[in-house]
Structures are given as structure tokens and as C-alpha cells.
């Protein structure tokens, strides 16, 4: 069956450094790949959408990356802020969710 | 405000007891569904539903009904709810393979 990995349950990074998180897949090939943030008590909040044949996206401080021979999507938050705090989750095809990646931004 | 509502936001109950998590929103999508969400396991999705009077079991759908008489509503029933379906459910909507707009989460509790 399909399997999705983030990385890590949880990353430290320091304010300003540049964060990096990983979501890796397995059997399976996603028309696209969706990142969202969630924040405690909340519910998931999209961020940034990469379709198969792109390789990279760009939103104001956050970029995805695609590699289907590798399968795996990076997503990177530069000038990391400590509001940038949150789980980070990646998703398959919208529906095939990552376990997420708790990101603090120490001040 | 588009928007997904869901009600209650918080629930205590006892095992066997009938109860309905409601689900609205005020966006016109057609595709709606619902997740669980569980420390070490992420979100998994319990049914979905691409339209009206349209439904389909997800990963985890057992212990659950859903319907969708109308497009806006999407109700979770859990008809004899016991203690392993404690968690925090959530509601979502799309359309057309958008990104999926989800509601701020019902936190269950079945004692």
C-alpha cells in the first residue's frame, strides 16, 4: 500500500536560518503534492500546491520542491520567524496525508 | 467568510451512545469528506463524498455513516460509538481537486 514519511516529528531552527522539510513516498504517483500548516487547535491551512511536472514553486518566503524519481517534495521557509512555528504537513493527491512535522523557530 | 463549520467542537460521551458530528459549508463545493486525527498516525480519512447523494468509504470507515442529502451538509454519525474512536475530527471541502479547506476540528471523547 501507498506510505508517505515526513521526515521528522519535530525540528528546531533557529530565527532567520533557512527550515527544510522532507516528505518522502512510496507505490505510489501523485498527480500533485499539497503542503498545509496546522496550528494547535486548528484546522489544516493550505500553503502551496506542485503538480508532477514541476520541479520547483514559490510563495512570497516558502518554496516547494518535486522530485518524482526520487519521490520525495522539499519544502523550505527562509528567514524562518518565530510565527512560522507550526505542524507542517504534506499531502498526496490532496488526500493522503503525511503524520507532519512540528517546526519551532527559536527566537 | 468561506468557511467549513463544524458542531460540536468538543464532545464527552459514553460508549453506545448515538451521536452526530455536523459538518456546513458555505463555499458551493462539491467534494467533502472527513479525517481523524490521531497522535502517531496523521490524519486519515474516514468517508468522502464528490456530490450530492455520492459517498465513499476512505481508509477508515468503519463505525461510521455519513450522507449527503445536500450539497452544503455532511454529517458524521457514529451510531454506537466506543472508546477507540476517541479523537479529533475533522471536516474538509474542495472543488474540482482544489486544495481542501478544512474546518477548526471536534474533539471527541468516548468514555
Known amino acids: 500500500s501507498q506510505k508517505i514519511e515526513q521526515n521528522s516529528e519535530a525540528l528546531n531552527i533557529q530565527e532567520g536560518k533557512t527550515a527544510t522539510l522532507t516528505c518522502n513516498y512510496t507505490?505510489?504517483?501523485?498527480?500533485?503534492l499539497q503542503w498545509y500548516r496546522q496550528d494547535p487547535g486548528r484546522g489544516p491551512v493550505f500553503l502551496l500546491l506542485?503538480?508532477?511536472?514541476?520541479k520547483e514553486k514559490r510563495k512570497e518566503r516558502l518554496k516547494v520542491t518535486f522530485d518524482t524519481t526520487l519521490k520525495q517534495s522539499l519544502f523550505h521557509i527562509t528567514a524562518s520567524q518565530p510565527a512560522d512555528s507550526a505542524t507542517y504537513l504534506c499531502a498526496l493527491d490532496g488526500i493522503i496525508f503525511g503524520k507532519g512535522t512540528r517546526l519551532h523557530i527559536l527566537p | 467568510e468561506a468557511q467549513v463549520t463544524q458542531n460540536p467542537r468538543y464532545l464527552i460521551t459514553v460508549t453506545g451512545k448515538k451521536l452526530t458530528v455536523t459538518c456546513s459549508q458555505n463555499?458551493?463545493?462539491?467534494?467533502m469528506s472527513w479525517y481523524r486525527q490521531d497522535p502517531g498516525l496523521g490524519l486519515r480519512q474516514i468517508y468522502y463524498s464528490m456530490n450530492v447523494e455520492v459517498t465513499d468509504k476512505g481508509d477508515v470507515p468503519e463505525g461510521y455513516k455519513v450522507s449527503r442529502k445536500e450539497k452544503r451538509n455532511f454529517p458524521l454519525i457514529l451510531e454506537s460509538p466506543s472508546p477507540n474512536q476517541t479523537s479529533l475530527y475533522f471536516c474538509?471541502?474542495?472543488?474540482?481537486?482544489?486544495?481542501?479547506?478544512f474546518g477548526d476540528g471536534t474533539r471527541l471523547s468516548i468514555l
Open positions: 474538509a471541502s474542495s472543488q474540482n481537486n482544489q486544495p481542501q479547506h
Open positions: 507505490n505510489y504517483s501523485p498527480a500533485y
Open positions: 506542485i503538480r508532477e511536472n514541476e
Open positions: 463555499m458551493n463545493h462539491e467534494y
